[in-house]
């Protein structure tokens, strides 16, 4: 006699472990059946024409009969939760992206140098003595003796940048003013690599330009760079150079610090061809340089600038020499020139000197304020006019 979950032909002759064991363990449960992967259509659905038995279903379905209220079933459970991990992590991806804490390095290369260098015609005879005399008499004697003449400010936090990244542009600046107008080799003409290793890389090329092949161009003038004196010339008597000026800084935008600074730089200088015992006839020779130094991130971490501009006036020189080499100061004892500065053609080829024409006259050197003219006085009080008694008629 079959029994219920028995095969419908009955039990195979000679198995019964298949009827006790296999059919028995199998449970066809809900979950069983709403996880099958086909589902036959209700006797409705299959009296429709061209009607299939079975449909597939799909991994969304939650099965049978089901009213839609029902809890989707466990592959349904799976592919929502798969789908809002992706989502999920295509949200974080775009939030990142938008808001990354990060600042990107800025591009681009950095700007050639523009410089002008003019040099300064004396006005009167350019004194001589000795340099401890000169400058105890002339203007720069309250000024202070090499690096400790160039003082950084008070700083403070820009917007985008640091006290510490402040700090670090302007004592890069500081460095380079020392290496490139303090330096005795540099001031010789003898070495330019205390320079040159402060600048960025994309300067260097015009740079080195500039110290093999000068030219008055506005953007290769090796004065502009630094400060050098033509060996044939004059040579430093004193190494005790006079320093005075400020620093200022400030943010031009949210990736590139600027550093101004305008300092004058007074040399005791002697003739080259003079005897080294000749101190007495030492003259005063004067730079000033104003000059911008760009920093960014790069740089600051590299401790290395940009130099963006530099505006030079320095004498007592003659009008008519080309200062793009090196200053040639005038001697002791030379008196005013009337000179002009070289002629420029411009029916030349080539790149004309943009500093050509460029001359200025240098004041006489003086330890005391320029006077000013008094004003004109009155008196407190106008003076009385004497009136004088009517006259009358005689009788």
Not at 175 to 197: E, H, W
Not at 368 to 379: D, G, I
């Amino acid at each position: 006699m079959a029994v219920p979950g028995d095969p419908p032909d009955g039990t195979p002759e000679g198995d019964d472990e298949f009827r006790s064991d296999e059919l028995r363990s199998v449970v066809f449960d809900e979950d069983f059946v709403r996880a099958a992967r086909l589902q036959e259509f209700s006797a409705q659905e299959r009296m429709g024409e061209h009607a299939r038995a079975v449909r597939s279903r799909s991994m969304w379905s939650t099965g049978g009969s089901a009213p839609r209220t029902s809890t989707p079933g466990r592959a349904a459970r799976q592919g929502m939760v798969l789908v809002l991990i992706i989502a999920t992590a295509f949200a974080c991806a775009v939030y990142m992206g938008l808001r990354n804490p990060y600042v990107p390095a800025p591009g681009g290369p950095a700007e050639p140098l523009n410089s002008t260098v003019v040099p300064l015609a004396p006005a009167e005879a350019v004194p001589g003595g000795r340099p401890a005399d000169l400058y105890a008499n002339g203007p720069a004697a309250a000024y202070r003796v090499g690096a400790a003449g160039i003082t950084l400010p008070a700083v403070r936090r820009t917007h985008h940048f640091t006290d510490a990244q402040v700090v670090t542009a302007l004592s890069i600046a500081k460095d380079y003013l020392v290496q490139s107008s303090l330096d005795p080799d540099v001031l010789a003409g003898a070495a330019s690599r205390p320079v040159r290793v402060l600048l960025d890389p994309d300067q260097l090329d015009q740079f080195d330009r500039s110290m093999t092949a000068p030219s008055g161009d506005g953007r290769h003038a090796a004065t502009g760079w630094l400060v050098r004196f033509d060996p044939a010339t004059a040579v430093v008597a004193d190494s005790r150079v006079r320093v005075s000026g400020t620093l200022a800084f400030a943010e031009v935008n949210p990736d590139a610090l600027e550093v101004l600074t305008d300092h004058t730089f007074v040399y005791a200088v002697r003739p080259a061809t003079a005897a080294p015992a000749a101190v007495d006839g030492a003259s005063l020779f004067t730079v000033r340089r104003e000059l911008r130094l760009r920093f960014d991130r790069e740089d600051l971490g590299a401790r290395r600038a940009e130099l963006v501009s530099a505006y030079v006036v320095a004498g007592p020189q003659a009008c008519s020499s080309d200062p793009a080499d090196g200053f040639r100061p005038l001697p002791a004892g030379s008196g005013p020139t009337t000179v002009g500065p070289a002629a420029s053609d411009p029916y030349a080829t080539g790149r004309p000197r943009r500093t050509a024409g460029l001359c200025g006259v240098l004041a006489p050197p003086t330890t005391q304020p320029p006077r000013t003219q008094p004003a004109e006085t009155r008196p407190a009080t106008e003076p009385a006019v004497p009136r004088t008694a009517p006259v009358s008629p005689a009788p």
